[in-house]
Nanobody
């Protein structure tokens, strides 16, 4: 089992930036897709960004042009650079790894709070 641990969340003013990190306990080379999910208070967990093992990325419309997902397979890590943050970005961000056969790994989440 791969353990995922997020870090980098915090309190930031609107328009500011944060860089979230997801550290895996073992190699992520075998994990087809890594992603970040956002769960706002009272809402369901929603996909923010994904990156494949080949480096292809996709983003939710709400974060396009503001967030960038990246992965460093050698360091077993995935990152989410969050720029131009908005209050609606507030919530818990979860790191996700999805195997080709559909199994999901989840981190414990890291809190991001964006003030007006």
């Amino acid at each position: 089992q791969v353990q995922l641990v997020e870090s980098g969340g915090g309190l930031v003013q609107a328009g500011g930036s944060l860089r979230l990190s997801c550290a895996a306990s073992s190699s992520i080379l075998s994990i087809d897709t890594m992603g970040w999910y956002h769960q706002a208070p009272g809402n369901q967990r929603e996909l923010v960004a994904v990156i494949t093992s080949g480096g292809s990325t996709n983003y939710a419309d709400s974060v396009k042009g503001r967030f960038t997902i990246s992965r460093d397979n050698a360091r077993n890590a995935v990152y989410l650079q969050m720029n131009s943050l908005k209050p609606e970005d507030t919530g818990v961000y979860y790191c996700n790894g999805r195997e080709s056969y559909g199994f999901d790994y989840w981190g414990q989440g890291t809190q991001v709070t964006v003030s007006s």
